[in-house]
């Protein structure tokens, strides 16, 4: 599956006119010759995805080969090498197993963060809203989550900059640092997320309340915060689960924005400038990368869902 | 005075014993008959005429639409969201026209005065100020809404044909074809789709249009021969395998290795199709003759109706799906099946109008969510290009200038964000008016 989305990636990249190389000036063909050569690109395009998709699988390595891409593994004699995305083309001599590495704390920490304050802060509202269902609390926090799911974020983004960092002096407006620069862009970027995960987990709960077993467990005698915590909330928040796999593609295109408003060096922006410079190998290892990623992570939602409600059985 | 009559039957003749007699008994071949004559003293009246229910109300029967409309109605934040629509899109395509008939200026208000070369603050000749090339940010806002509502409404018509043809064929023909259609939705719905539209609008947007041109002719052909050969195979497969299930092991052996074989068939004439169109030449003639003219900021606009469209039909696809398989096994699909009914005919005409509602619902909430993947592609300056504009690349423009002309932001902002909000209000008020059992209590 994943490969599948590498060969797409690959030949739009392959169909897209102009190349790396590309510049203001045309070069000598004897130059264009030997940048072509040394980046394989003189030989037949099958030939070249093979190459391609031999290395980012996987292959034996040369007895003499000694850079250190991907991950190796010593299968019997001989020793295999996994996902190569090659080196970089525009940042010369780096990896981009390397570049991924180094970038990728910026882009998750953002992003784990900003979903659990997402889950948080969401979690609560629609818990709040659907406990004292039609009272000022539940209109109120349902109207704050239609503001969130309305403004774009990076609108809301350069907004709370101009507020809290321009206006007040609060905290610092761009760039990575402290614990205090974290705070804009986690919040820009949970905004929308809290909001969804507000109305998952109201319509969830009323539903739930709304149920047998919920009444089997009054009717038990047991005490209301029993029969919420351990009864209601296992069946209420299953929409927020189902919702966590669609999130986490978002959440890739909601970081983009965000470390592009917040100048911070994470994946995502790095991503846009690999696509903006036909940097293929780069390209291809992010898309790679956050496609396994993503499916790895709806894999275990899917697994998740047995733990949460026990009548769903797989067979 | 009483009418001669003759049976109908057998022409005897009949007498009536009272005047309101309504049925005849032929005492001839004993069949019975209706009467059907016009009585000048005593006409029969209608209830409203003879005054019976004259005071009393006359009830209507209630139709599904005209329910949910009346459940629409009273909600609302579903109302406001309606009117602030009707406005937004009145302003947004008669706008620019009286913009210009009152100042005469041209849309976009550039002015001829050197001075006037630098952003200013909202006055009243400027109701939301002006950039710093001058021009007015309102009429700027009205243009930009046209591509912004266009983006939504036409991107959510290329999902809405594509996902519910799609989900429609799937849930109605079930079974392994239903299995793996949707797992191929389920694969499609694992992909980080964000990053493959920004490769595809970065691969062929802006001046790589060439491109498109170039291989226009090898897609049409490629998709016209892949529709009918997919077609051809279908019915090939129906032809040598009928709707028998399958009884032993080596015939559903048999089954699947044709189904590959004809799959793989399928593929093979789509790419030798398109690759002989290819090598004819058409495409690059066309990109020869024609690149000068094509506009490359429509072009652009063009790629996001389809690149979003494209994304976004997966979710419609499953509801569709879903309303399909509750609905396929009720009476009238088995009707209009015993009276012939062609499969493609139920699922298109018989099905289908039945499962609007949910569609119309998730169409509702699609344009919102296509609206915003469009200002984001904007922002990033993949999306619209100039000189067109759209309520995300104004956004973008004044995001630069934060610090210093924050009207630049705060306008397109605060329009694009009211009308998200009132398509999303409007979506959930048609949802509980026209879906009351999923209603959110």
């Given at each position: 599956m994943a490969l599948l989305v590498v060969t797409v990636t690959w030949g739009l990249i392959r169909i897209a006119?102009?190349?790396?190389?590309?510049?203001e000036k045309k070069l000598p063909p004897a130059i264009e010759a030997n940048i072509k050569k040394k980046y394989g690109l003189d030989k037949p395009w099958y030939t070249q995805y093979f190459i391609m998709l031999g290395n980012v699988t996987c292959r034996t390595m040369a007895e003499d080969e000694t850079t250190i891409n991907g991950l190796q593994f010593n299968v019997g004699s001989s020793r295999v090498k996994c996902f190569d995305f090659g080196d970089s083309l525009k940042y010369e001599g780096q990896s981009v197993n390397e570049i991924i590495r180094r970038h990728l704390p910026y882009s998750a920490i953002i992003g784990i963060i900003a979903y659990l304050l997402a889950l948080v802060v969401g979690g609560a509202a629609g818990l709040l809203a659907a406990l004292r269902q039609n009272s000022i609390y539940d209109y109120g926090s349902m109207a704050l989550a239609m503001l969130g799911l309305s403004v774009p974020n990076f609108v809301l983004g350069p907004i709370l900059v101009l507020v809290f960092?321009?206006?007040?002096?609060?905290?610092?407006?761009?760039?990575?640092?402290?614990?205090?620069?974290?705070i804009l862009p986690v919040v820009t970027l949970s905004a929308i997320y809290a909001a969804y995960i507000a109305r998952l987990t109201r319509a969830g709960m009323l539903e739930v309340m709304r149920s047998d077993y919920i009444r089997t467990a009054r009717a038990k005698g047991l005490n209301e915060t029993t029969v919420l915590l351990k009864h209601a909330l296992r069946g209420g928040i299953i929409p927020v689960v189902s919702f966590t796999g669609p999130a986490l593609a978002a959440l890739l295109a909601g970081t983009v924005v965000v470390e592009r408003i917040f100048s911070i060096p994470g994946l995502g922006n790095i991503f846009i400038q690999s696509v903006l410079n036909r940097d293929e190998p780069l390209t291809l290892g992010i898309v790679a990368f956050l496609s396994v990623l993503v499916m790895l992570l709806n894999l275990i939602v899917d697994i998740s869902y047995g733990f949460l409600d026990p009548r769903i059985r797989y067979e | 005075m009483l009418k001669e009559l003759s049976c109908p039957k057998c022409g005897a003749p009949v007498t009536l014993e009272?005047?309101?007699?309504k049925l005849v008994l032929c005492s001839f071949c004993n069949a019975t008959s209706a009467v059907d004559f016009e009585d000048r003293e005593h006409p029969r009246l209608t209830l409203e005429e003879s005054g019976v229910i004259d005071s009393v109300q006359r009830i209507k029967g209630a139709s599904l639409w005209g329910d949910a409309w009346k459940r629409l109605l009273k909600n609302r934040l579903a109302v406001l969201g309606l009117v602030v629509l009707a406005v937004m899109f009145f302003l947004v395509t008669v706008g620019p026209a009286i913009f210009t008939g009152i100042?005469?200026?041209?849309?976009?208000?550039?002015?001829?005065?050197?001075?006037?070369l630098k952003s200013f603050p909202?006055?009243?000749?400027h109701p939301m100020g002006t950039d710093e090339a001058g021009r007015d940010i309102f009429a700027r806002v009205l243009q930009g809404g046209r591509i912004s509502l266009a983006v939504g409404i036409i991107s959510t018509i290329v999902s809405l044909i594509v996902g519910v043809s799609y989900g429609a064929v799937a849930g109605y023909l079930g079974g392994s074809i239903d299995n793996v259609m949707m797992r191929i939705v389920d694969i499609i719905y694992a992909i980080p789709y964000i990053l493959v539209v920004i490769v595809l609008l970065s691969v062929f947007g802006g001046p790589n249009t060439q491109v498109l041109i170039q291989w226009l002719p090898s897609i049409i052909v490629g998709i016209i021969v892949g529709v009918a050969a997919m077609l051809a195979a279908f019915w090939l497969y129906r032809r040598l395998f009928g709707e028998m299930t399958a009884r032993n092991l080596v015939e559903r052996l048999l089954r699947f290795v044709v189904g590959v074989l004809v799959a793989v068939a399928v593929f093979a004439l789509i790419g030798a199709a398109s690759y002989l169109v290819g090598e004819t030449g058409i495409g690059t003639s066309l990109a020869e003759r024609y690149s000068d003219r094509v506009n490359l900021g429509l072009s652009q606009i063009f790629l996001l109706f389809f690149a979003l469209g494209l994304v976004s039909w997966l979710t419609m696809a499953r509801v569709v799906r879903g309303q399909i398989l509750s609905l396929k096994n009720q009476e009238f699909v088995l009707a209009a099946k015993a009276t012939g009914v062609s499969t493609f005919g139920i699922i298109f005409k018989h099905l289908v109008p039945n499962a609007l509602g949910p569609v119309i619902v998730y169409s509702t909430l699609t344009v919102p969510s296509v609206m915003l993947s469009e200002a984001f592609l904007s922002y990033l300056g993949l999306g619209v290009q100039a000189p067109y504009a759209s309520w995300g690349s104004l956004a973008a423009d004044g995001v630069k200038n934060i610090a210093i002309f924050p009207w630049q932001l705060i306008f397109p902002g605060v329009t694009m964000a009211l009308t998200l909000f009132s398509l999303n209000f409007l979506g959930d008020g048609l949802r509980d008016a026209l879906d009351p059992q999923t209603r959110k209590f």
């Open positions: 006119p102009g190349t790396f190389y590309d510049s960092a321009l206006g007040l002096y609060l905290v610092p407006a761009a760039r990575w640092g402290g614990v205090l620069n974290l | 009272n005047e309101r007699q100042t005469g200026l041209t849309a976009d208000y550039i002015p001829a005065d050197g001075n006037l909202p006055s009243m000749r």
